[in-house]
């Protein structure tokens, strides 16, 4: 079973649109979380962190549910350059600090 | 302040070669891993470093070797290349504990 699960997408949206990304991970003692953002061809650059309290950044919301093994990304007032791979992250530091990513999930966002 | 730098950008190998990875960060990060990308798999980890001198294997460390001389620099090595190496190989650094990775450009190798 994988570590990180995302639905690969594509998401195509309309500029203006909300959009949601859902992904689950599969062990219980993931410490942290976060949303990478890969533009194409680039590398991965973090978005935000989540917290289990749920965090914002701007149009950016992310929310961790610990006994669902599930984390969102919601994306209010989708832009144009909003268009990226998004990547779901988890790291256990129990196992040297290991970084599990998700296959990610292409967005599109259309004029 | 560079971050972190890969070397090359671009690599065709044949077969059974063998070649170097070279990967250096200039922010004194303890943590720096190699992952490699391929399509519908996402990043895999090879191997990491926790400190100079400290290295361990990732989840996929098979034909790939690595040692940690220096804080700076992180370089993979390819001991006969296989064409099942064909991919897209990042280098990531941080503080231990720290929540963000910074990743190099990527190095994207086909071997023939």
Same mark, same amino acid.
């Not at chain 1, 993931?30 to 950044?57: A, I, T």
């Not at chain 2, 990308?37 to 990732?58: C, E, K, N």
């Not at chain 2, 064909?86 to 910074?102: D, K, L, M, R």
């Given at each position: 079973?994988?570590?990180?699960?995302?639905?690969?997408?594509?998401?195509?949206?309309?500029?203006?649109?909300?959009?949601?990304?859902?992904?689950?991970?599969?062990? &219980?003692? &993931?410490?942290?979380?976060?949303?990478?953002?890969?533009?194409?061809?680039?590398?991965?650059?973090?978005?935000?962190?989540?917290? &289990?309290?749920?965090?914002?950044?701007?149009?950016?919301?992310?929310?961790?549910?610990?006994?669902?093994?599930?984390? &969102?990304?919601?994306?209010?007032?989708?832009?144009?350059?909003?268009?990226?791979?998004?990547?779901?992250?988890?790291?256990?530091?129990?196992?040297?600090?290991? *970084?599990? *990513?998700?296959?990610?999930?292409?967005?599109?966002?259309?004029? | 302040?560079?971050?972190?730098?890969?070397?090359?950008?671009?690599?065709?190998?044949?077969?059974? %070669?063998?070649?170097?990875?070279?990967?250096?960060?200039?922010?004194?990060?303890?943590?720096?891993?190699?992952?490699?990308?391929?399509?519908?798999?996402?990043?895999?980890?090879?191997?990491?470093?926790?400190?100079?001198?400290?290295?361990? %294997?990732?989840?996929?460390?098979?034909?790939?070797?690595?040692?940690?001389? +220096?804080?700076?620099?992180?370089?993979?090595?390819?001991?006969?290349?296989?064409?099942?190496? +064909?991919?897209?190989?990042?280098?990531? #650094? #941080?503080?231990?504990?720290?929540? +963000?990775?910074?990743?190099?450009?990527?190095?994207?190798?086909?071997?023939?």
């Amino acid at each position: 079973r994988k570590e990180v699960e995302q639905d690969p997408g594509p998401f195509n949206v309309p500029e203006g649109a909300t959009v949601a990304f859902n992904c689950t991970y599969s062990n &219980s003692a &993931s410490q942290s979380f976060f949303w990478y953002r890969q533009d194409c061809r680039k590398e991965p650059k973090l978005l935000m962190s989540v917290y &289990s309290s749920g965090n914002e950044d701007g149009r950016f919301t992310a929310q961790l549910n610990r006994a669902s093994q599930y984390i &969102s990304l919601l994306i209010r007032d989708s832009k144009l350059s909003d268009s990226a791979t998004y990547l779901c992250v988890v790291n256990n530091r129990n196992t040297g600090n290991q *970084f599990y *990513f998700g296959t990610g999930t292409s967005l599109t966002v259309i004029p | 302040n560079a971050g972190v730098t890969q070397t090359p950008k671009f690599q065709v190998l044949k077969t059974g %070669q063998s070649m170097t990875l070279q990967c250096a960060q200039d922010m004194n990060h303890e943590y720096m891993s190699w992952y490699r990308q391929d399509p519908g798999m996402g990043l895999r980890l090879i191997h990491y470093s926790v400190g100079a001198g400290i290295t361990d %294997q990732g989840e996929v460390p098979n034909g790939y070797n690595v040692s940690r001389s +220096t804080t700076e620099d992180f370089p993979l090595r390819l001991l006969s290349a296989a064409p099942s190496q +064909t991919s897209v190989y990042f280098c990531a #650094s #941080s503080w231990f504990g720290e929540e +963000t990775q910074y990743f190099g450009p990527g190095t994207r190798l086909l071997v023939l």
